[in-house]
């Protein structure tokens, strides 16, 4: 049984976090394009990527400056500041922590000044060997401002740039060092480079706005400017734009791809398209599923916001049963908010998510989330719904059960904190209160995405790494390393 501390802990950290979304735009000097502000319209479509810190870095003639801060992008930016960061090229990022504290330090894009020039970095993913190559570098002398991984990379990318000729083929080189989870956008004072790692796990995909390129951990991002879509970025691709001119090119590292399937299930917005398939849909499709897998009597389907409404339309299409709203999102309350004692706690989840009395009295209820993490918010939500008068609940999960921890930017890193490592199926409706709980099937998972002809990682639910786990599995490693020296 899950343990009364797990049940009583924060609701908003119940739910899995992705660490962070990145843009860029490459323009030649006088092209009339402010690319702080395009950055910045981009980020903001990205805010649900992450919502601790975020920034923007420019390059001014081979002038790189960098504005970040913590908090949500219209609380770091504004008219004014985006007016100071002038260049012509820039990226961005916003960021959640899986490595690293929340600190300005470990905010991104990473700017760092070289003996042949400078370059700044943004990077989504997470490294399996950080550990192994943060302890050489600090051995041989060099020293590290924050706690992220992300400083790692622009570290092994320097000292690869001391002994090549060019950006890219230092890339070239560090592809060979590091392992994980990688994508990233690299800006040099006459280049911009935008890579992903050999497995593809993370997004990353092109466009072109107003004849430039640009490049963004989702497709949503180049909407919101104004953008064309091109193309994804693919696995073990190095893309470099010089001069407003497009080089792909072959990093050597080769791996059978594994794009996270969390990207497809919660991760992404729904209007974003990922290997050519579009959220919305395989997220309908998913639903669908799940109701022919685990069909249950009832007079209404309703999702959990905001993941979870695309899959209960699709599970009321497959179903039969009316989709209704059962659920009010409260939107102006931020993950940090703070509940001290247990019973603010309870009354928080209300504030966040609120049921619709007048759609759910009486009525048996199917409940559809995108998953369940330690299972806090589910019992409190049932608990909300049995309270509003539904005469049953019945929860149903648009992902298999998560049963190990993720290695590749998923913030969640023991087993033991998982609800459905530690009871069966009935052990956890039980515990969250359900009438039943069903969950998707780990090869209609599979069926839903295989028409993308996108293999997926599937090792939070399988177990099976497509890269060897790290030998310290803390995604605090190098803070819990400092304290054991203290």
């Not at 090119?249 to 919660?266: L, N, Q, R, T, W």
């Not at 639903?287 to 999702?303: E, N, T």
């Not at 001290?340 to 966040?352: C, D, H, I, Y």
């Amino acid at each position: 049984m899950i343990n009364e501390k797990s049940i009583t802990a924060a609701p908003f950290c119940d739910k899995l976090h992705e660490e962070c979304g990145v843009f860029g735009i490459a323009t030649p000097p006088g092209s009339g394009i402010d690319p702080a502000y395009e950055t910045f319209t981009a980020l903001f479509s990205l805010q649900h990527r992450g919502q601790e810190s975020c920034g923007i870095a420019v390059n001014d003639a081979g002038v790189i400056s960098c504005h970040k801060s913590l908090g949500l992008v219209l609380d770091v930016f504004n008219s004014e500041m985006i007016r100071k960061l002038k260049g012509n090229s820039a990226i961005g990022h916003v960021r959640y922590s899986t490595t690293g504290t929340p600190s300005v330090e470990n905010a991104q894009p990473i700017v760092v000044t070289h003996y042949k020039g400078n370059l700044a970095v943004a990077h989504n993913g997470n490294l399996v060997n950080a550990g192994e190559l943060r302890h050489q570098i600090e051995t041989s002398g060099g020293i590290f401002h924050s706690t992220n991984d992300s400083e790692i990379i622009a570290y092994i990318i320097v000292q690869e740039r001391l002994r090549t000729n060019s950006i890219e083929d230092a890339v070239k080189s560090a592809m060979q060092r590091i392992k994980g989870a990688y994508s990233l956008l690299i800006m040099s004072p006459r280049k911009m480079v935008a890579v992903r790692d050999p497995n593809g796990f993370r997004p990353l995909c092109i466009g072109k706005f107003e004849g430039h390129y640009i490049f963004a951990s989702e497709s949503c991002a180049i909407d919101a400017v104004g953008g064309e879509f091109i193309r994804d970025v693919l696995p073990g691709e190095i893309i470099v734009v010089e001069d407003g001119v497009m080089h792909p090119m072959d990093s050597g590292v080769h791996a059978p791809k594994s794009f996270c399937s969390f990207e497809f299930i919660y991760f992404s917005r729904p209007d974003s398209v990922l290997e050519g398939l579009s959220v919305e849909s395989a997220r309908q499709e998913m639903g669908k599923c799940l109701a022919k897998q685990s069909p249950v009597d009832a007079d209404i389907v309703i999702g959990v916001p905001d993941s979870g409404i695309s899959a209960a339309i699709g599970y009321a299409i497959g179903s039969g049963i009316p989709y209704g709203v059962g659920l009010i999102k409260n939107r102006y309350i931020g993950r940090t908010f703070i509940q001290p004692s247990q019973g603010q706690r309870e009354r928080a989840v209300k504030l966040k998510l609120n049921p619709l009395a007048a759609n759910i009295k009486g009525k048996r209820v199917i409940m559809i989330d995108d998953s369940i993490v330690r299972g806090t918010t589910s019992a409190r939500i049932v608990s909300a719904l049995r309270d509003a008068g539904a005469k049953e609940v019945h929860m149903r999960i648009s992902s298999p059960p998560f049963m190990y921890p993720c290695y590749f930017g998923t913030d969640v890193p023991d087993s033991e904190m998982l609800i459905a490592y530690n009871n069966s199926i009935e052990e956890t409706a039980n515990i969250i209160g359900a009438d039943s709980l069903a969950y998707l099937s780990l090869e209609a998972l599979g069926s839903v995405v295989e028409g993308a002809g996108c293999p997926i990682c599937d090792a939070c639910f399988s177990g099976r790494y497509p890269v060897d786990p790290p030998s310290i599995s803390e995604k605090n490693q190098f803070e819990q390393r400092i304290v054991n020296i203290i």
